[in-house]
């Protein structure tokens, strides 16, 4: 099983109050969503999506926007409330990725 972020929408004007957003080099803020993937990969690397988490801002009144790690957080919980992770060894890693126990 594979884990990892991608873009979704961008948009120049907020139209939701979950947006995530970021100042370009030109100083015009964008804003966008993007979401955190569980895929599950087979040897031939055909892919296909198990679990999805939006990363978003879900307090208006937070100091920092939402990111991948928190979204994995929430996206790990999911999973082991719906799949037996037992055969899984959860290994973190900057790719978020978590790899299948060998038998």
């Known amino acids: 099983m594979a884990v990892d972020g991608t873009g ?4 120049r ?5 979950f947006c995530l957003h970021q100042k370009a080099s030109n100083g ?3 804003y966008f969503h993007h979401v955190l993937e569980a895929k599950l990969v087979t040897p031939s690397g055909f ?16 100091s ?3 990111c991948e790690l928190g979204a994995f957080y929430r996206l790990e919980k999911k999973l082991t409330r719906t799949i037996d992770l037992q055969s899984f ?3 973190y890693s900057l790719a978020f990725q978590i790899r299948l126990d060998s038998p």
Do not use: M, V, Y
Request: net charge negative; glycine share 2%.
């Open 8 to 11: 979704q929408l961008f948009f």
């Open 13 to 17: 004007k907020p139209h939701c109050p």
């Open 28 to 30: 015009e803020i964008l």
């Open 47 to 62: 892919a296909f999506s198990i679990a999805t988490e939006p990363i978003e801002n879900r307090d208006p009144e937070a």
């Open 64 to 66: 920092k926007q939402d």
């Open 89 to 91: 060894t959860g290994s």
